[in-house]
């Protein structure tokens, strides 16, 4: 494939610029202070060749600290790559919020694990060191301007105005665990009780749960809030089985089964209308279950157009009109209301997995590869 691209990247505390074009098998790299560039060409004996260096020249940039921002990209095309290091496969998360964008950093034997604030543009505003390892997940809660986390097994809350901590809940024999924030309500899990409040932490029920291993080493568990917090889908005990609840009276509404064995992933679409659930073994690709009748539907406009319809991550925009679908190092983009594919992309610097979240109407990718990037869509 002929690419024709050009960016720019630049070091923040020096000022100097990158300046990278990739045309067909030509590569030409500025390089210096905005008034002293010194610029190389070099033609490839091919374009993949060109591309890969491209690719290298680009990350070797990164790791050096400098960053590309460009807002007006076009589809498909970075925004932001910002290079944050330390990364652990499973717990890539990160979070929008009003202050900017938090992203986890795993740590070592040296350096603790963090959460790294950035903005838009790819400047680094803060760490904040965790006080345990592996942010699994982080959603955030605008109520009370705080951030609910899973970091390994334990429940936290950090007070963003604070800077402070608070535990609320920790593994115990029970592993299994999650939170969840919606406009109206947070539900979060941790041994053997699903808690669930209001905007503000207020408890409103307790569901006890138990767990089951699938196939002698998963647990079988997943909890997901509906967007506006009204009902509760959770996946526990029995494969292919997933209980809603509605959230306002702690009481189960609906029971859906199906052959999907077991999901770590869940959403609800179409205004509660439909649960997304994506499918950890077998297929390992999405299913679709009608929450009216709780039978199984299909969307053949939302598979992955590729042989295998397999699917790493998805996530749907903010208000619910674009569905995402990650597989392997390609992104799928495609409007959900007319089920049907708009564009697809590939990711950067990625090895083999990322995390993927929409920060307004922009996709967030965090990647195994220790970037953190926001593509246009």
């Not at 374009?47 to 790791?63: G, Q, S, V, Y």
């Not at 993927?356 to 869509?377: E, P």
Request: charged share 25%.
């Amino acid at each position: 494939m002929v690419r024709n691209i050009t960016v720019q990247l630049t070091d923040k505390a020096s000022g100097k610029l990158l300046n990278l074009t990739l045309a067909g098998k030509t590569l030409i790299a500025g390089t210096g202070l905005p008034d002293k560039m010194r610029v190389a060409e070099k033609i490839f004996s091919d374009t993949e060749e060109a591309n890969r260096n491209f690719i290298k020249k680009e990350w070797e940039a990164l790791k050096k600290g400098f960053v590309l921002s460009d807002p007006e990209a076009g589809k498909g095309r970075p925004v932001l790559h910002r290079f944050i290091g330390g990364y652990y496969t499973g717990a890539l998360s990160f979070e929008p919020t009003p202050h900017g964008v938090y992203v986890s950093k795993s740590g070592d034997q040296n350096n603790p694990d963090h959460f790294v604030l950035t903005d838009g543009a790819g400047n680094i505003l803060s760490e904040v060191e965790l006080p345990e390892v592996l942010a699994w997940n982080i959603e955030y809660r605008a109520a009370t301007d705080s951030l609910l986390l899973v970091l390994d097994h334990s429940i936290y809350e950090y007070l963003l105005a604070d800077g402070e901590f608070r535990m609320l809940a920790k593994c115990g024999k029970v592993f299994g665990r999650f939170v969840s924030v919606a406009r109206n309500r947070t539900a979060f899990a941790a041994d053997g009780t699903i808690r669930i409040t209001d905007t503000h932490g207020n408890p409103l029920h307790a569901i006890p749960y138990d767990l089951e291993l699938f196939r002698g080493h998963t647990h079988i568990f997943c909890g997901k809030l509906s967007p506006d917090g009204s009902l509760l889908a959770i996946h526990h005990n029995h494969a292919g089985e997933v209980t809603i609840y509605d959230t306002a009276t702690g009481k189960e509404v609906k029971k859906i089964v199906g052959d999907f064995e077991i999901t770590e992933q869940m959403d609800f679409a179409d205004n509660n209308k439909i649960l997304a659930v994506r499918e950890m073994y077998g297929t390992r690709g999405m299913r679709w279950f009608d929450l009216s009748t709780g039978g199984e539907v299909q969307f053949p406009g939302l598979e992955v157009p590729e042989y295998t319809k397999y699917v790493d991550r998805f996530c749907f925009s903010p208000d619910g009109s674009k569905l995402v679908l990650v597989q392997r190092t390609w992104a799928y983009v495609f409007d959900f209301h007319a089920k049907k594919l708009l564009h697809d992309f590939e990711i950067e610097h990625v090895v083999k997995t990322c995390n993927v979240k929409f920060i307004g109407d922009k996709l967030g990718v965090r990647t195994d590869y220790g970037c953190f990037s926001i593509y246009n869509v």
